[in-house]
């Protein structure tokens, strides 16, 4: 009789830890005195292909953990970006789209190959019309309090990568890359990563391309070409993360060095993805985004569907 109480008891103690495993995977992770944002690109399509319900649950998890910002990826307006600060898909695509009180703080923006069809400068300048659309310049930068405390910071870079891409100088759709000054973009990004503050506890960049994939670009020639122009400068500096859009599914990749992939590119449309070869931790073409949850000694990420699904999380420890 001893030996089955023993024995049930145990069972009892299995069953109720993987109901906790499982609850706990299903749970969306708060910590209101990190900081936190949501990442989230490739997306302005008139609310179509699932745009409208990532908007929703994007303003459901963004009020949940209170995100002080929202980190957007590129390819913000389909199919050719916008005219001018005018354009009516500011309207169908943005304003008429995201519209949670959430989601009412600041947008911090990066040009995407499809914005480089159009006007980039209009995304720039379109904080005029709206203050929490926040592009000041192609490519800037900002540092961020974790907790309102200014000795524990996170550098944030956002990067213009369309002109670092070969392939569009000689495309007519592109023409507005003719002209950009890549190597002083380069430059600029390797002087804010040697900021010898010692206030700054995360180097995090984000720009449009991605550096690995496990995408239809997994082996495309702009892949391989932004991996050896900026793996080095990030290997060098000890850049903790690195986010991106332009491949539309959802991926976590961790290679050699310090640095951690990660691709948000499923505001609007899908395109297929697989788990990327040995270094790959994560994988699915889901319509979702994902929330950063950024304290001195950790950051918590946390990939969410349309349908608030936590689909992936991970704990990075500095």
Same mark, same amino acid.
């Given at each position: 009789m001893y030996k089955k109480t023993i024995l049930s008891l145990g069972l009892l103690g299995f069953c /109720?830890?993987? =109901?906790?495993?499982?609850? !706990?995977?299903?749970?969306?992770?708060?910590?209101?005195?990190? +900081?936190?944002?949501?990442?989230?690109?490739? @997306? *302005?399509?008139?609310g179509a292909n699932n745009q409208k319900e990532v908007a929703v649950q994007m303003g459901k998890t963004g009020e949940?953990?209170?995100?002080?910002?929202?980190?957007? +990826? *590129?390819?913000?307006?389909?199919?050719?970006?916008?005219?001018?600060?005018?354009?009516? +898909? @500011?309207?169908?695509?943005?304003?008429?789209?995201? !519209?949670a009180p959430a989601l009412k703080k600041d @947008?911090?923006?990066?040009?995407?190959?499809?914005?480089?069809? *159009?006007?980039?400068?209009?995304?720039i300048d379109y904080h005029q019309v709206d203050s929490r659309w926040n592009m000041p310049a192609r490519y800037y930068t900002r540092k961020v309090?974790?907790?309102?405390?200014?000795?524990?910071?996170?550098?944030?870079i956002f990067l213009d990568t369309s002109p670092l891409i070969a392939e569009y100088y000689s495309k007519d759709d592109y023409k507005n890359v003719i002209g950009v000054d890549t190597a002083t973009q380069i430059r600029w990004l390797q002087n804010v990563l040697a900021d010898p503050s010692p206030n700054i506890? @995360?180097?995090?960049?984000?720009?449009?391309?991605?550096?690995?994939? *496990?995408?239809?670009? /997994?082996?495309?020639?702009e892949t391989y070409q932004l991996n050896e122009l900026l793996k080095p400068i990030f290997d060098r500096y000890k850049v903790d993360i690195y986010v991106c859009g332009h491949e539309h599914n959802l991926q976590y990749i961790k290679p050699e060095g310090a640095t951690h992939y990660f691709v948000s590119g499923a505001g609007s449309e899908l395109t297929d993805?697989?788990?990327?070869?040995?270094?790959?931790?994560?994988? +699915?073409?889901?319509?979702? =985004?994902?929330? /950063?949850?950024?304290?001195?000694?950790?950051?918590?990420?946390?990939i969410i569907d349309y349908k608030g699904k936590i689909l992936y999380k991970n704990i990075i420890e500095k």
């Open positions: /109720f830890n993987l =109901f906790a495993q499982k609850d !706990t995977t299903n749970q969306l992770v708060i910590n209101k005195k990190a +900081l936190n944002f949501i990442a989230m690109g490739d @997306w *302005g399509r008139k949940a953990i209170d995100a002080q910002f929202y980190m957007i +990826l *590129g390819d913000n307006f389909y199919e050719s970006g916008v005219t001018g600060i005018d354009d009516k +898909l @500011w309207k169908a695509s943005f304003e008429d789209v995201y !519209t @947008w911090f923006v990066v040009l995407g190959n499809h914005d480089y069809k *159009g006007n980039p400068q209009a995304e309090a974790i907790n309102n405390d200014t000795t524990q910071q996170v550098l944030f506890k @995360w180097k995090i960049v984000c720009g449009h391309h991605p550096l690995y994939t *496990g995408g239809k670009r /997994f082996k495309a020639p993805t697989k788990v990327y070869p040995k270094i790959g931790k994560f994988g +699915l073409s889901e319509n979702g =985004f994902m929330a /950063f949850s950024v304290t001195p000694l950790t950051t918590t990420v946390q």
